[in-house]
């Protein structure tokens, strides 16, 4: 059975740094992508970032270009999301999700992480 488990996060002030972890178990990330979510109280689901575990290509959205960078280290199943400047709207709960595709950033992820809390103070 797929599962994703996701840590790292906490409460950090404006401007400073976390660095999220998706543990992966079930199966390799060798044929599958692997996408970062994020959603805030009162809104919708917001896609962050994407990796493909197959060829190494990324994906941001607008709102995180230049401040997290996401990475696999394939020997342990794990991705990251290593977060910085961060900003009081960072705030959420953060997800991530795999599915087997060569798609970068596949329209439906099959397997979902329970969520690791993120919380910016200004």
């Known amino acids: 059975e797929v599962q994703l488990v996701e840590s790292g996060g906490g409460l950090v002030q404006a401007g400073g740094s976390l660095r999220l972890s998706c543990a992966a178990s079930?199966?390799?990330?060798?044929?599958?992508?692997i996408g970062w979510f994020r959603q805030a109280p009162g809104k919708e689901r917001e896609g962050v970032s994407c990796?493909?575990?197959?060829?190494?290509?990324?994906y941001y959205a607008d709102s995180v270009k230049g401040r997290f960078t996401i990475s696999s280290d394939n020997a342990k199943n794990t991705v990251y999301l290593q977060m910085n400047s961060l900003k009081p709207e960072d705030t959420a709960v953060y997800y991530c999700?795999?599915?087997?595709?060569?798609?970068?950033?596949?329209?439906?992820?099959?397997?979902w992480g329970q969520g690791t809390q993120v919380t910016v103070s200004s």
């Open positions: 999700a795999a599915d087997r595709s060569q798609v970068l950033c596949p329209s439906v992820f099959g397997s």
């Open positions: 079930g199966f390799t990330f060798d044929d599958y992508a």
């Open positions: 990796i493909s575990s197959s060829d190494g290509s990324t």
